[in-house]
């Protein structure tokens, strides 16, 4: 009779039960499975599935023999075996991740007297102590330590010249280019003696910081007709990884310049031919500066929310004690990120560091020399990263599943990714990215942001000083006002 054969938990988070199937029952399985199997198969001199068992059996991959076994066996016995240890889990108060086939030193195999014999292993939830949680302080954030946050003032100006530029009417001029004039420029790049870009008609618009400045400094003064050679040293980050972190020869030929028409922004705000779409954004010129104000404002907030969130989980990190976690899961996934360093690297024509360099900041700041890092070596720093992540992600996986009351309903969580499927953009995705994709990455968006709050709202909620963390009001509300799932799953970024 085929049963549950014994029940053990072999580790902190891991629980496998063994699973018997009787020798008859097995026997009949693997001659069902190879009658399929042999139906299909295609013999010279005879009909499809008539060739005799022995010749068609030739035919056939033992691998697949052996899947069709098994998958036939799972089909049938997996349920009672997954029954079992999930009764057992559930008695210990446990949670269950995912369920895997033990296949170490002989778990899943037949067995001499014709039975067979399977493992499921459980993966638990680890048994996360939060405790410390509540003793968090967070100190004062100051707006000086947001990165590239400009003065007010320059922010303001800076905005006016968008619009005066972006709302303004340009014409042809045979003067010299200026500061807000539009260079358009045919243009050639090289890497040495390879041309690693050509951009014909690209309209140069300058003194807003919209070019690489060596670009905007050598198409300042010039007219039409004039060609020009220069360098430019295109940053490590630049978003063309063939261009990146490279000094690159410009070849320029400058077809037109272009200047504004209208010579204020009040008279862009009067004459242009989206003044009424201006007006009714803006309202006015004069009122242009408190909406910009307000925007400077609410950006600032959100970036000193970031920080704040930073640096709450950094103490989260140090508080919560390390617990057990899947070895083979964290040696796989360094595996796969270090594959696709390597395929970036054989791609661009980069050494393994130059691929960790762009893809790995963090690395690049503890490493003096990445031209010289080993394999060895970047796997150790890689490995580093993911058991963070993986801490990280399990103490929000704990938190959401054990402490967080109001959950959301299966239809709500429909609702966001039928409006993230709808428009992809507005989540930061593309209309390229898959739709299944999508939809687990918005699941797990919304599960991180939830626990999240939980764990501000701990913070908050034990200090007798409400906005001793310095969270604007609306995330101080996080932890107990239930808000609309889609609210802050894609964030903006306007300094």
């Not at 090289?190 to 951009?199: A, H, L, P, Y």
């Not at 762009?358 to 990445?370: H, M, T």
């Not at 796997?379 to 990280?392: G, P, Q, S, T, Y």
Request: with cysteine.
């Amino acid at each position: 009779m085929s049963k549950v054969i014994s029940t053990n938990q072999i580790s902190a988070n891991k629980f496998v039960v063994n699973y018997l199937v009787d020798a008859d029952e097995f026997a009949k399985i693997k001659e069902s499975a190879i009658d399929e199997l042999v139906k299909e198969v295609k013999v010279d001199g005879f009909r499809k599935g008539k060739a005799p068992r022995e010749k068609a059996l030739e035919k056939l991959d033992p691998a697949k023999i052996e899947s069709v076994i098994l998958d036939k066996t799972f089909k049938v016995h997996e349920k009672p075996a997954v029954e079992a240890g999930l009764e057992e889990i559930a008695k210990k108060g446990r949670v269950n991740l995912q369920i895997t086939l033990g296949v170490e030193d002989g778990a899943t195999r037949e067995r001499e007297d014709g039975s067979f014999q399977f493992q499921l292993v459980f993966h638990l939830m680890p048994e996360i102590d939060l405790s410390k949680i509540p003793t968090i302080k967070i100190r004062e954030v100051e707006p000086k330590e947001i990165p590239g946050r400009p003065e007010l003032v320059d922010f303001i100006a800076t905005e006016r010249d968008k619009i005066f530029c972006n709302y303004n009417r340009y014409e042809e001029s045979d003067e010299p280019s200026k500061k807000f004039d539009q260079v358009v420029v045919d243009l050639v790049g090289q890497d040495g003696s390879k041309k690693v870009f050509t951009e014909k008609g690209t309209k140069v618009l300058l003194g807003l910081g919209l070019f690489l400045p060596e670009i905007e400094k050598n198409l300042t003064g010039v007219k039409r007709g004039n060609q020009l050679i220069f360098d430019v040293d295109f940053p490590t980050n630049y978003p063309n990884q063939n261009l990146a972190g490279k000094k690159i020869k410009i070849t320029a030929e400058v077809r037109a310049v272009l200047v504004p028409q209208y010579s204020s922004l009040e008279e862009v705000f009067e004459k242009s031919k989206q003044s009424t779409e201006l007006q009714k954004q803006f309202g006015s010129v004069e009122k242009l500066d408190e909406y910009l104000t307000n925007v400077y404002n609410a950006e600032t907030n959100r970036r000193l929310d970031n920080i704040r969130q930073r640096l709450i989980i950094n103490e989260v990190m140090k508080v919560v004690p390390d617990f057990e976690m899947d070895g083979n899961l964290i040696t796989a996934e360094v595996e796969r990120i270090f594959g696709e360093l390597k395929k970036d690297a054989e791609k661009n024509k980069l050494t393994i560091g130059e691929a960790v360099a762009r893809a790995f900041p963090v690395i690049s700041s503890e490493v003096k020399d990445l031209s010289k890092i080993s394999e060895e070596d970047t796997k150790k720093h890689l490995e580093k990263i993911v058991r963070e992540e993986f801490k990280w992600s399990n103490i929000l996986s704990f938190i959401y599943q054990q402490k967080v009351q109001d959950k959301p309903k299966p239809e709500d969580f429909e609702e966001v990714k039928k409006s993230a499927k709808k428009e992809p953009e507005k989540y930061g995705f593309t209309k390229e990215t898959p739709k299944d994709q999508i939809d687990a990455i918005i699941v797990d968006r919304i599960v991180r942001q939830i626990a999240f709050s939980w764990i501000v709202s701990q913070i908050l909620g034990n200090s007798t000083d409400k906005n001793s963390a310095g969270f604007s009001k609306e995330k101080q509300q996080e932890g107990s006002t239930k808000k609309p799932l889609n609210q802050n799953l894609k964030s903006n970024d306007n300094f």
